[in-house]
């Protein structure tokens, strides 16, 4: 008998501890290793168990654990944007527990069930995509999301802007909210005209800057905001991947200060602007 991460293999099979129970629990290992489904169905047993077994997964409910899926999809993307695809795949498979979870608590409730997610998505594909099962041609990615929108307004929505999270972080939220009118045609034409309007509202935030308006100050800046994620859109950049990147190199750039200020034994509060500003400059030309 050897110890296996949390469980006990003996006579070859691994055991998980049955919290209720003296008697472990045997793993629900997929009959073929090799075969996709096989592995699928031994993970939701898997799940089944420490759902029913494990104190703390027995414990939490949807809301409970609904911060840890927004946490992990961050955690992916971070994984995405770093091409580690070793941490990308262990984070899609973090994502994956808490889909199963959220399923297995729901089927627990008499809500719905795991094949009641695939079916239904599985529907809203097929039924998504005349272009590939149905006599539909769609010549253009643009072709594409255009009739997606359609569809989804056909399904019931009374918005082509419902379905947008209000969780969303405010650029990426803003850049949805921008590509879906202009699935249907509510958009600039001309990339000059979209400069404009963010030169038309710099100048409206100077009037507000110069009332001492806060309301309209807040307002107008908004407006600014607004109006560059729709030009960092028309120039093909993301403007929530733009701005984490800006965040990147301040933060690094920042703790260089921090850096070349302890090596000269100085508080960051007894320097002056200059004396910040140099070591600035010096993080600026280093890689």
């Given at each position: 008998?050897?110890?296996?991460?949390?469980?006990?293999?003996?006579?070859?099979?691994?055991?998980?501890?049955?919290?209720?129970?003296?008697?472990?629990?045997?793993?629900?290992?997929?009959?073929?290793?090799?075969?996709?489904?096989?592995?699928?169905?031994?993970?939701?047993?898997?799940?089944?168990?420490?759902?029913?077994?494990?104190?703390?997964?027995?414990?939490?409910?949807?809301?409970?654990?609904?911060?840890?899926?927004?946490?992990?999809?961050?955690?992916?993307?971070?994984?995405?944007?770093?091409?580690?695809?070793?941490?990308?795949?262990?984070?899609?498979?973090?994502?994956?527990?808490?889909v199963v979870m959220h399923s297995v608590m729901a089927e627990q409730r008499g809500a719905f069930t795991l094949r009641t997610?695939?079916?239904?998505?599985?529907?809203?594909?097929?039924?998504?995509?005349?272009?590939?099962?149905?006599?539909?041609?769609?010549?253009?990615?643009?072709?594409?999301?255009?009739?997606?929108?359609?569809?989804?307004?056909?399904?019931?929505?009374?918005?082509?802007?419902?379905?947008?999270?209000?969780?969303?972080?405010?650029?990426?939220?803003?850049?949805?909210?921008?590509?879906?009118?202009?699935?249907?045609?509510?958009?600039?034409?001309?990339?000059?005209?979209?400069?404009?309007?963010?030169?038309?509202?710099?100048?409206?935030?100077?009037?507000?800057?110069?009332?001492?308006?806060?309301?309209?100050?807040?307002?107008?800046?908004?407006?600014?905001?607004?109006?560059?994620?729709?030009?960092?859109?028309?120039?093909?950049?993301?403007?929530?991947?733009?701005?984490?990147?800006?965040?990147?190199?301040?933060?690094?750039?920042?703790?260089?200060?921090?850096?070349?200020?302890?090596?000269?034994?100085?508080?960051?509060?007894?320097?002056?602007?200059?004396?910040?500003?140099?070591?600035w400059d010096e993080a600026k030309g280093l890689k």
């Amino acid at each position: 008998m050897i110890i296996h991460g949390s469980g006990v293999v003996f006579l070859g099979l691994v055991f998980f501890h049955n919290q209720a129970s003296t008697v472990p629990t045997p793993v629900p290992f997929p009959s073929d290793p090799n075969n996709t489904l096989s592995q699928f169905e031994a993970f939701v047993r898997l799940v089944t168990i420490l759902r029913e077994q494990c104190p703390w997964d027995m414990k939490q409910t949807h809301e409970s654990i609904s911060h840890l899926l927004l946490e992990e999809a961050y955690e992916t993307i971070e994984a995405i944007q770093s091409g580690d695809d070793k941490e990308f795949s262990k984070e899609l498979g973090d994502i994956l527990l808490h889909v199963v979870m959220h399923s297995v608590m729901a089927e627990q409730r008499g809500a719905f069930t795991l094949r009641t997610i695939i079916e239904q998505e599985f529907n809203k594909l097929v039924n998504r995509h005349p272009h590939i099962f149905e006599e539909e041609p769609a010549a253009d990615e643009k072709t594409v999301l255009q009739n997606w929108e359609r569809l989804k307004m056909k399904e019931g929505r009374t918005s082509i802007l419902d379905g947008v999270p209000k969780a969303l972080p405010a650029a990426l939220r803003a850049q949805r909210v921008q590509e879906k009118a202009a699935n249907v045609g509510f958009d600039w034409h001309d990339r000059r005209d979209v400069w404009a309007k963010v030169d038309e509202e710099l100048a409206e935030l100077q009037v507000e800057i110069a009332s001492g308006d806060s309301d309209g100050i807040e307002r107008e800046f908004g407006d600014v905001l607004f109006a560059m994620v729709n030009a960092a859109r028309h120039e093909g950049v993301v403007a929530e991947h733009a701005l984490h990147r800006t965040i990147a190199t301040f933060m690094n750039r920042f703790q260089h200060i921090e850096a070349r200020a302890a090596e000269n034994e100085r508080e960051l509060r007894s320097m002056t602007l200059e004396e910040m500003d140099k070591y600035w400059d010096e993080a600026k030309g280093l890689k």
